[in-house]
């Protein structure tokens, strides 16, 4: 601070930001911030139905919910360098250039995807002896991270749509299919069968269900991306 780095704490600063910029940020940063709220929120709400469900075969999600997310942060990982490749192009005004990387990209992603799709299946009959858990719960954990496995090449492409949509400012559609997606169909749908579907309903059919609900909104995500409303330079803002 006292050599006057360029990202030194200056509160006399927020004064000169122009109307015009706090503006734009504040119209992206409150549908962003929203979502990660109502998406973290969301999940809470699976895992609540799931133990509903079948409380004792917990650990066996846990153990599907870790392979998941070793596939998950790689998407996530790949899909944020998508986003700062094609942010580069909107930013510098060549709309046309951030269209043909975006296909170019999209090929890449779905190959990514199937390698993750493959190394998930291998996964679901190593992860239940590297983690904890009980013997009678394996063969349960297998087959969930099988189930989680088979959606995540659309998981992946969809992280894609949604960071391409995110690098071109258009949050009010990322945020209405990600959570505001999963708050209309997947959440209900986990509480009915939690609340309705107890001591009949399996927790293998319940995440199998949930999974596939989740996924549908691939369809409207590959939608949007195609309009191309999203491909417009939101520096020239403020």
Known sequence: HRRRAFFSLKLNAVLAIRKGVLKSYFR????????????????NVFFWAYARLEEASLPAIAVADQAFMVGFVLSTGVSSAVSVLIGTEL??????????????????????????????????FVMPYI???????RP????????????FPINCVYAFCFFCLRAGGDTKN????????MWALPVPLSLALALFGAGRVTLMTAVFLVQLAMNLKIAPALMILKKGGWLRNITLEG
Do not use: H
């Not at 992206?28 to 999940?43: F, H, I, Q, Y």
């Not at 983690?131 to 719960?137: F, N, R, S, T, Y």
């Not at 990322?174 to 997606?181: F, H, N, P, Q, V």
């Open 91 to 124: 930013g510098a005004g060549n709309l046309q250039a951030a269209t043909q990387k975006c296909k170019q990209l999209f090929s890449l992603v779905c190959l990514i995807a199937l390698t993750c799709c493959a190394v998930g299946f291998l996964s679901a």
């Open 174 to 181: 990322a945020t209405r299919l990600d959570s505001g997606y």
């Open 140 to 151: 349960l954990a297998t087959r969930l991270t099988m189930v989680y496995s088979l959606f």
């Open 28 to 43: 992206r940063m409150v549908p962003l911030t929203a979502n990660e709220l109502m998406w973290s929120t969301g999940l």
């Open 131 to 137: 983690i904890a858990v009980k013997a009678g719960l």
